[in-house]
């Protein structure tokens, strides 16, 4: 697993780099450190495109990549929602029996953003700073 989100990171990161929004870094610096975790510098880029961060966190499985409608039980879909917190919503517009089943859903719910008020950028570079930071002062 730990490979795969190695493997994944790295091609966030070329994808950043072709990125008009993101500097060119000085003397081929990476946005990973030698252990091919991402450093702040990548998860600070990452988080100017909202759509391309919250598709990286599905892709390294921290959000739910598919949600299943409580109601119908049918698969719901990834929708925009600009007056979401995250920007984004889980939604079900299914027709049964003629019915628009128009259920939603949170993106955290059932991930361990689900009862945080900060946003998910936040979380990120807290959980970065405990983890790699804290650790590297021992």
């Not at 490979?3 to 500097?23: A, D, F, G, K």
């Not at 991402?38 to 391309?52: G, I, K, Q, T, V």
Request: glycine share 6%; hydrophobic share 35%; charged share 25%.
């Amino acid at each position: 697993m730990v490979q795969n989100v190695i493997h994944i990171t790295s091609e966030y990161e070329e994808r950043l780099r072709r990125c008009q929004y993101v500097p060119r870094m000085s003397f081929g610096r990476r946005m990973l450190r030698d252990d091919g975790a991402p450093n702040r510098f990548f998860l600070m880029y990452l988080f100017c495109d909202e759509s391309m961060a919250i598709q990286y966190l599905k892709d390294i499985g921290l959000l739910r990549s598919k949600m299943q409608c409580n109601t119908c039980g049918r698969d719901m879909t990834w929708s925009a929602h600009p007056c979401q917190f995250d920007g984004f919503r889980w939604r079900c517009q299914k027709r049964v029996a003629g019915v628009k089943c128009n259920q939603s859903a949170s993106i955290r719910l059932g991930s361990w953003f689900q009862q945080s008020n900060l946003t998910l950028r936040e979380i990120l570079l807290i959980t970065y700073d405990i983890t790699f930071v804290t650790s590297a002062t021992r």
